[in-house]
């Protein structure tokens, strides 16, 4: 437990540190690849709340991923076009407010999760999977064929959005923000697993008849569980579109999606600190691998295979010497 705690105290320790190299050294591309990681990181956080705490293995976690990035390109190119996003009488101005757009994209993201989970909890194992993969396919499609949007090519923002005394367009600046975000989101899930609604999902992720014994609903916890967990992903595209300014159809793929899954089974599931430190050493892994060879993912499979063999834990679990997050 010691050594899982020093551990989480220097990936967050490199988050700090190493911007702060990269901004001294001249580095922005560093800078850039810290907010990529940082913002993977609150979309594993989002997914490690329905996986980790309420054992809910979704494969279509990038239906939220991609209606925060949407939600943030539909009112910034609204608002750079200067149009209404719909006519009368859902006559809504676009916006280039960060906080607006934040807001916005946690709404939908958690209604969608709302319908999602609705229908999806009403099955379980591996047709739950099913189901999710398949609202995700749905979901993809449907942008793809969204020609008001750009369809398959996706549609580009010219300037970043903005946010009250940044500039935005600063890669330190907006690195900060992200990771001032990436702390909340820690704290928020931190307090949530602590809390007596925490402490009852995870009772029913484990034994489901004794919680209904008691009082409680457990189709009620997780649904509630997915809705949080959609909501924070939901955040985290919103903030990768404007990282990229461009959103396109892919953000809605079961790569995204499984690429979020990867992101929690390297840092380890059911772990606070998984999600970051998954997302950190995939970037890492992406960026240093990647210029070795076109064909990094074969490394990175490899790896997740050793991982899945004999540090369940993840990366996590193998330097502290803890297996399972809830032993």
């Not at 379980?124 to 749905?138: N, R």
Request: hydrophobic letters at 55%; glycine letters at 12%; aromatic letters at 14%.
């Amino acid at each position: 437990m010691i050594r899982e705690t020093y551990l989480n105290a220097l990936t967050l320790g490199l988050f700090v540190l190493i911007p702060a190299w990269a901004l001294m050294a001249d580095e922005p591309f560093t800078i850039t690849l810290m907010t990529r990681a940082a913002i993977f990181a609150i979309a594993a956080i989002g997914l490690n709340i329905a996986l980790g705490i309420g054992g809910l293995v979704s494969l279509g976690h990038a239906v939220f991923f991609g209606i925060g990035g949407y939600a943030m390109g539909i009112l910034a190119y609204h608002a750079q076009t200067y149009t209404p996003v719909a006519e009368w009488p859902f006559l809504i101005d676009g916006t280039k407010s960060m906080p607006i757009i934040w807001l916005v994209a946690v709404i939908v993201s958690s209604l969608a999760a709302f319908v999602i989970g609705s229908l999806s909890l009403r099955t379980t194992g591996v047709y739950f999977i099913m189901i999710t993969l398949a609202f995700g396919q749905m979901f993809f499609f449907f942008t793809i064929s969204w020609a008001e949007y750009g369809g398959e090519d996706g549609l580009s923002i010219y300037l970043r959005n903005g946010f009250p005394g940044l500039n935005t367009l600063a890669p330190i600046q907006f690195y900060g923000l992200c990771l001032v975000i990436l702390c909340l989101v820690l704290l928020f899930t931190w307090r949530l697993s602590k809390s007596p609604f925490g402490l009852a999902l995870n009772a029913a992720r484990q034994a489901p008849v004794r919680v209904e014994t008691v009082g409680l609903d457990p189709t009620r916890l997780k649904l509630i569980a997915f809705v949080i967990s959609g909501a924070i992903t939901g955040l985290a595209g919103a903030l990768f579109a404007d990282l990229n300014r461009f959103v396109s159809p892919t953000m809605f793929s079961w790569q995204t999606s499984g690429e979020i899954m990867i992101f929690l089974i390297l840092g380890g599931v059911g772990r606070l600190y998984g999600p970051v430190i998954g997302a950190l050493a995939y970037v890492a892994l992406e960026h240093w691998l990647g210029g070795l060879s076109d064909y990094w993912h074969i490394y990175l499979g490899i790896l997740l295979l050793l991982i899945v063999l004999f540090g369940r834990g993840g990366l996590i679990g193998l330097a502290s010497g803890r297996k399972v997050a809830h032993d």
